[in-house]
Antibody, heavy 117, light 111 residues
Framework: QAQLVQSGAEVKKPGASVKVSCKTSGYVFTNYGVSWVRQAPGQGLEWIGW????????DYGPTFQDRLTVTMDTSTNTVYMELTSLTSDDTAIYFC??????????WGQGTPVTVAS | QTVVTQEPSLTVSPGGTVTLTCASS?????????PNWFQQKPGQEPRALIHSASIKYSWTPARFSGSLRGGRAVLTLSGVRPEDEADFYC???????????FGGGTKLTVL
């Protein structure tokens, strides 16, 4: 069974960057993609970006194009999400989710990111 | 930019049937949007229920079903149980850089 385990909670100051990891196991890493989704406190889900583990192709949500970088390490089956120029609006729980063939299925446990001065 | 709309809240009695819908601002929702449905309970990560409009996962209870109807994606819960109380999100594939777009979510209350 697929498992996605994310790194721990982060607290950052405005203007800083955050990098969240998502270590995958239980499936062939390069056969799937991984999406990143976030959820601000008390709000809904927001898709922010995706990477295809087969070839590294990336898609980023329009509002994140300039600040988001999704990378991967095939030697450790880990995907990373880095968001720069943080503001309080980026305070949210960030989830990674296995995503292939138009069916995001297995989710990580979420990583709370708090941006505060 | 596509906006996906769901009912903000619905209430259903235990044992009843409830229908949640998912509409797109760009027109009818079709199979090309590969509609997905997720359930999220407080403090938990979302759980996938339905993909490709109507296909269940192995863990999806039989009382959940998905379809396309009247230009919308539809999630139907039959024989609702108290433990079904949760937030439900639909997700549509919109292609290009926007890739996926979530609906705003439906808060389902079982009362």
């Amino acid at each position: 069974q697929a498992q996605l385990v994310q790194s721990g909670a982060e607290v950052k100051k405005p203007g800083a960057s955050v990098k969240v990891s998502c270590k995958t196991s239980g499936y062939v890493f390069t056969n799937y993609g991984v999406s990143w989704v976030r959820q601000a406190p008390g709000q809904g889900l927001e898709w922010i970006g995706w990477i295809a583990a087969s070839n590294g192709h990336r898609d980023y949500g329009p509002t994140f194009q300039d600040r988001l970088t999704v990378t991967m390490d095939t030697s450790t089956n880990t995907v990373y999400m880095e968001l720069t120029s943080l503001t309080s609006d980026d305070t949210a729980i960030y989830f990674c989710v296995r995503d292939f063939d138009y069916r995001p299925d297995y989710w990580g446990q979420g990583t709370p990111v708090t941006v505060a001065s | 930019q596509t906006v996906v709309t769901q009912e903000p809240s619905l209430t259903v009695s235990p044992g009843g049937t409830v229908t949640l819908t998912c509409a797109s601002s760009t027109g009818a929702v079709t199979s090309a949007h590969y509609p997905n449905w997720f359930q999220q309970k407080p403090g938990q990560e979302p759980r996938a229920l339905i993909h490709s409009a109507s296909i269940k996962y192995s863990w999806t209870p039989a009382r959940f079903s998905g379809s396309l109807r009247g230009g919308r994606a539809v999630l139907t819960l039959s024989g609702v149980r108290p433990e079904d109380e949760a937030d439900f999100y639909c997700l549509l594939y919109c292609g290009g850089p926007q890739h996926w777009v979530f609906g705003g979510g439906t808060k389902l209350t079982v009362l």
